[in-house]
């Protein structure tokens, strides 16, 4: 963990050495101050001298001067050398985010990796500024302020030495029963996170369903498992002040005590002690300091852990060594396929799946819900990789290709359609960076988006708000259509893509892609036999296997599950779905 974080100070190393540097100079020029101060009272006000209170007046005055001058200095140092810190620890984890498969992404869940990029980076930030400035200076005034002490006085100061050791081990204590608790705070920060963004995403369907109050109870029971968790660490650490008062007037009442026999016996100056009693403060408060960092430090652990974990790991989805970098055709075969989203689990949303899809066939998908549809489709263009079984794209096996050549000549428009801030042809050219106005109308018709778009008040400038807010569901994923189809893919999937378009819509962009990209594979999942019933082929799913494989007509004639899918849809209208249906054996 240690290692992976270091690397990420990179430019702001010399930052980061300066600021210790400095601030031991600040540490100095205040740990000095209350030696010339003993020295002024002895030799100027005691002895009546006023030159020397003027001398040692001025020299009092340079060495605040400089440890202000220090101290700025160092302040400026640390901010900058944290900030960059944070930064890049925030670049490093976005980067690789990016190269994340949908299964990395699963694995950490979206609200734990928001989680990670923010509250647990601010952590880091935090204590990296504390580790550079405080760290460096408390210990250096303890162990200074203990050296002037024994140069003064050493019997005297053997009454810190006690108070150190007492307060180390009330420290090592609480350090040790906190660890444990941060640990769990930053898991329930997840769960709190989970819940905000969950409610906000949804919030349409929270108020149609009049859900307000059940939110706002979950959202409370996250918060308040939070709030326990921060009592808990907060009762622990708030163990620290007491003992710490106990110890600084413990020392303040002995130091008092032996320090007046001492001035008494002629063996301590009034000025020395009176630095004694700087010193003593400095000690303690030095000793207070070090034990918040403790905690911080301990606070931070998880969060580094944690940060750590997303910079470290290895994506499951990589380029080869020596990859293909050109896909010669659009030609797809599955062959004995299977595929469990979670590994080792032997819970197979797919099983033994062969199929052989010629190049420029248009292939229409169809099954219930949970049947695997979006499975297959999300394997052509290694969104996951098999579990077993391979399968090949051009005629090599997916795993074979550079990830950016298989998904620029694979475009697939997933179930779940995004569009982003921005304007319309901003959001168009996230499938070609360099299209031109015209190559964006024309994909715009072909996915029957032209139309609604030049009914907009500024055309294709017209601005979309996050998420599409603003766009009906059926404009959304024929503007998402539009985009794939800027990559001018050799394979085009639709994942149940047109399902908020109208029947009338689906079959004219089904009509556009025969006629106008007959050369490019279309695999179609829909739920709509209207949907599939042109295409070339079609595959019946069913729990993860497929049970049929033909054209339309065929299909009525040999496979059961499918002519109840028509039938079903032909009686009532209604997408095919198991909780809709009998048990039927192909």
Request: net charge neutral; with cysteine; proline share 2%.
């Given at each position: 963990m240690i290692k992976t974080l270091a690397k990420q100070i990179g430019q702001y190393k010399w930052a980061s050495i300066l600021t210790p540097v400095v601030t031991g100079l600040e540490v100095v020029m205040e740990v000095l101050i209350p030696y010339v101060t003993a020295m002024l009272i002895d030799r100027g006000?005691?002895?009546?001298?006023?030159?020397?209170?003027?001398?040692?007046?001025?020299?009092?005055?340079?060495?605040?001067?400089?440890?202000?001058?220090?101290?700025?200095?160092?302040?400026?140092?640390?901010?900058?050398?944290?900030s960059g810190f944070a930064a890049n620890l925030r670049n490093a984890m976005y980067r690789n985010i990016q190269r994340f498969s949908f299964g990395d992404i699963d694995k950490f869940s979206t609200s734990g990796l928001v989680t990670r990029m923010t509250t647990d980076v601010t952590n880091l930030q935090n204590a990296y500024q504390q580790i550079l400035r405080i760290t460096v200076r408390a210990p250096l005034r303890m162990v200074f302020s203990v050296v002037m002490c024994f140069v003064i006085d050493a019997k005297l100061s053997l009454i810190f030495i006690v108070a150190l050791v007492v307060l180390s081990a009330v420290v090592f204590t609480i350090i040790r029963k906190v660890a444990g608790v941060f640990t769990q705070v930053f898991k329930q920060y997840d769960e709190l996170n989970a819940s905000v963004r969950e409610n906000v995403v949804g919030i349409r369907v929270v108020k149609a369903f009049v859900r307000e109050d059940f939110e706002k109870e979950k959202f409370g029971r996250a918060a308040y498992g939070l709030y326990r968790l921060y009592v808990k660490a907060e009762s622990l650490m708030a163990l620290n002040h007491p003992v710490m008062n106990l110890v600084t007037y413990g020392c303040i009442?002995?130091?008092?005590?032996?320090?007046?026999?001492?001035?008494?016996?002629?063996?301590?100056?009034?000025?020395?002690?009176?630095?004694?009693?700087?010193?003593?403060?400095?000690?303690?408060?030095?000793?207070?300091?070090?034990?918040?960092?403790?905690?911080?430090?301990?606070?931070?652990?998880?969060?580094?852990?944690?940060?750590a974990e997303i910079i470290d790991e290895e994506p499951d989805i990589v380029n080869p060594e020596r990859a293909i970098s050109e896909l010669a055709d659009g030609s797809i075969r599955f062959e004995g396929v299977s595929f469990a989203y979670k590994e080792g689990s032997g819970d197979y949303a797919l099983s033994d799946v062969t199929l052989d899809i010629h190049s420029g066939e248009t292939i229409g998908i169809i099954g219930g819900t949970g049947s695997g549809k979006s499975s297959v489709v999300s394997l052509v263009s290694r969104l996951y990789d098999t579990s077993r079984g391979t399968v090949s794209v051009g005629g090599h096996d997916v795993r074979d290709y550079d990830l950016t050549t298989l998904r620029e000549n694979v475009a697939v428009v997933l179930q779940k359609n995004t569009l982003f801030s921005g304007t319309v042809l901003d959001n168009l050219r996230w499938g070609n960076p360099e299209a031109t106005l015209e190559e964006c109308r024309a994909a715009c018709k072909l996915a029957c988006a032209d139309e609604f778009i030049s009914e907009m008040p500024d055309g294709y400038e017209t601005?979309?708000?996050?998420?599409?807010?603003?766009?009906?569901?059926?404009?959304?994923?024929?503007?998402?259509?539009?985009?794939?189809?800027?990559?001018?893919?050799?394979?085009?999937?639709?994942?149940?893509?047109?399902?908020?378009?109208?029947?009338?819509?689906?079959?004219?962009?089904?009509?556009?892609?025969?006629?106008?990209?007959?050369?490019?594979?279309?695999?179609?999942?829909?739920?709509?036999?209207?949907?599939?019933?042109?295409?070339?082929?079609?595959?019946?799913?069913?729990?993860?296997?497929?049970?049929?494989?033909?054209?339309?007509?065929?299909?009525?004639?040999?496979?059961?599950?499918?002519?109840?899918?028509?039938?079903?849809?032909?009686?009532e209208g209604g997408d095919f779905d198991h909780s809709g249906r009998k048990e039927v054996k192909a």
């Amino acid at each position: 963990m240690i290692k992976t974080l270091a690397k990420q100070i990179g430019q702001y190393k010399w930052a980061s050495i300066l600021t210790p540097v400095v601030t031991g100079l600040e540490v100095v020029m205040e740990v000095l101050i209350p030696y010339v101060t003993a020295m002024l009272i002895d030799r100027g006000i005691t002895a009546g001298d006023m030159p020397s209170v003027y001398r040692y007046g001025l020299i009092m005055l340079g060495m605040a001067l400089l440890s202000l001058g220090f101290g700025i200095a160092a302040g400026q140092l640390a901010s900058y050398a944290s900030s960059g810190f944070a930064a890049n620890l925030r670049n490093a984890m976005y980067r690789n985010i990016q190269r994340f498969s949908f299964g990395d992404i699963d694995k950490f869940s979206t609200s734990g990796l928001v989680t990670r990029m923010t509250t647990d980076v601010t952590n880091l930030q935090n204590a990296y500024q504390q580790i550079l400035r405080i760290t460096v200076r408390a210990p250096l005034r303890m162990v200074f302020s203990v050296v002037m002490c024994f140069v003064i006085d050493a019997k005297l100061s053997l009454i810190f030495i006690v108070a150190l050791v007492v307060l180390s081990a009330v420290v090592f204590t609480i350090i040790r029963k906190v660890a444990g608790v941060f640990t769990q705070v930053f898991k329930q920060y997840d769960e709190l996170n989970a819940s905000v963004r969950e409610n906000v995403v949804g919030i349409r369907v929270v108020k149609a369903f009049v859900r307000e109050d059940f939110e706002k109870e979950k959202f409370g029971r996250a918060a308040y498992g939070l709030y326990r968790l921060y009592v808990k660490a907060e009762s622990l650490m708030a163990l620290n002040h007491p003992v710490m008062n106990l110890v600084t007037y413990g020392c303040i009442i002995a130091l008092s005590w032996w320090g007046a026999h001492y001035v008494v016996a002629g063996e301590v100056t009034t000025g020395e002690l009176t630095s004694l009693f700087t010193y003593v403060m400095s000690i303690l408060m030095s000793l207070m300091m070090l034990t918040m960092i403790f905690v911080m430090l301990t606070m931070s652990a998880a969060s580094g852990k944690r940060v750590a974990e997303i910079i470290d790991e290895e994506p499951d989805i990589v380029n080869p060594e020596r990859a293909i970098s050109e896909l010669a055709d659009g030609s797809i075969r599955f062959e004995g396929v299977s595929f469990a989203y979670k590994e080792g689990s032997g819970d197979y949303a797919l099983s033994d799946v062969t199929l052989d899809i010629h190049s420029g066939e248009t292939i229409g998908i169809i099954g219930g819900t949970g049947s695997g549809k979006s499975s297959v489709v999300s394997l052509v263009s290694r969104l996951y990789d098999t579990s077993r079984g391979t399968v090949s794209v051009g005629g090599h096996d997916v795993r074979d290709y550079d990830l950016t050549t298989l998904r620029e000549n694979v475009a697939v428009v997933l179930q779940k359609n995004t569009l982003f801030s921005g304007t319309v042809l901003d959001n168009l050219r996230w499938g070609n960076p360099e299209a031109t106005l015209e190559e964006c109308r024309a994909a715009c018709k072909l996915a029957c988006a032209d139309e609604f778009i030049s009914e907009m008040p500024d055309g294709y400038e017209t601005r979309i708000e996050q998420g599409g807010t603003n766009v009906s569901g059926g404009q959304k994923q024929r503007l998402c259509i539009a985009r794939a189809l800027l990559k001018k893919p050799r394979v085009l999937v639709l994942d149940d893509s047109t399902s908020a378009c109208d029947t009338a819509t689906d079959a004219r962009i089904q009509r556009a892609f025969r006629e106008e990209i007959p050369d490019t594979t279309k695999l179609i999942i829909a739920q709509r036999i209207s949907s599939v019933k042109n295409c070339d082929r079609i595959v019946v799913m069913d729990s993860g296997r497929v049970c049929g494989f033909d054209t339309h007509e065929n299909l009525l004639k040999s496979n059961a599950i499918y002519k109840e899918i028509v039938a079903l849809q032909s009686d009532e209208g209604g997408d095919f779905d198991h909780s809709g249906r009998k048990e039927v054996k192909a």
